[in-house]
């Protein structure tokens, strides 16, 4: 029963729906848009708000940052599934412009940026890919750029003979 619990949490509709009611993501005004079903995109949207603007009327860069953070680790853990480890390492967020009205973010993780975690993880070792998303303004204005390092690691198998 454990496992059916599991898989039902790991949906991609019903995360999607509780990731727009996650207290932070809220109060930050942040709303995921899309979830594929295989997990290999997502879209994430933020308008500007009274309440996630900064000091001179713009996109507050926490803000930013938290609509981005999660993404890349969720679309790569759940596409690699339950014998890989999948962690964040390491975040950077560039401010190109200000950001103004709703903000767009869009995640892709692609069958070859997967093909090419496993290859480099065949052998136990740990890999540190690293993964670059857009934020981008209504006109398609770029007002930010992250990248995410990952952690990934293939789980040890239980019982494996040294």
């Known amino acids: 029963m454990k496992n059916k619990i599991i898989g039902w949490l790991n949906q991609p509709r019903f995360l999607r729906h509780m990731m727009n009611w996650y207290g932070p993501y809220r109060g930050a005004g942040v709303k995921i848009r899309h979830l594929a079903d295989d997990f290999s995109s997502a879209t994430v949207q933020m308008p500007l708000r009274w309440y996630n603007k900064n000091y001179v009327g713009v996109h507050f860069g926490g803000s930013l940052y938290s609509m981005v953070d999660p993404f890349h680790m969720l679309l790569v853990m759940n596409q690699l599934g339950s014998e890989y480890i999948v962690w964040d390492k390491a975040a950077t967020i560039k401010f190109i412009s200000p950001g103004r009205g709703t903000v767009t973010a869009h995640f892709e993780v692609t069958e070859a940026q997967l093909q090419d975690i496993r290859e480099h993880t065949q052998s136990n070792e740990k890999y540190l890919p690293e993964f670059e998303v857009e934020v981008l303004a209504e006109d398609g204005t770029l007002v930010a750029k992250a ?16």
């Open 147 to 162: 990248y995410k390092t990952l952690y990934i690691r293939k789980k040890p198998m239980k019982n494996a003979v040294q």
